[in-house]
């Protein structure tokens, strides 16, 4: 039996995206924490590390590092890894570069705390266009 959740929130990119949630509590870091051409994650001790975002809804805290974030999900924007959509709590340069280059929708300033919400495998419905998140506990694509 599926529950469903659904958040409100602020648009960072416009769209509309599903797919299954990858969820951390950790920072990311864009330059040298991702592997671009494959979407893996391999910044070394990230709960994450060699797990691909490529077509998830990545929710996460925010962003860590340097700007290099806007180059790398360019790349992955490029070579089709990009994540489906992107939810995150905390709003800086470089996840808003990330989020935009990637052309994938992007929300953040959510009503309830998504990390609180979303597990990994949840099947979450990213509709930035309205602010509206429908997350799906039980459904796996």
Known sequence: MSETIILKGRCVVPGVAEGEALVTRERISGWGGVDPRTG??????HELRGQSFAGKVLVFQGAKGSSGWSAQFHTARVMGTAPAAWLFNDMCTKVALGTV???????????????????TGDWVRVDADTGTVTITRGRHS
């Not at 893996?40 to 001790?45: D, L, P, S």
């Not at 280059?101 to 597990?119: E, K, Y």
């Open 40 to 45: 893996t994650i391999v910044e070394t001790r």
């Open 101 to 119: 280059v990637s052309h994938s929708p992007a929300m953040t300033s959510f009503d309830r705390d998504p990390l609180d919400l979303i597990q």
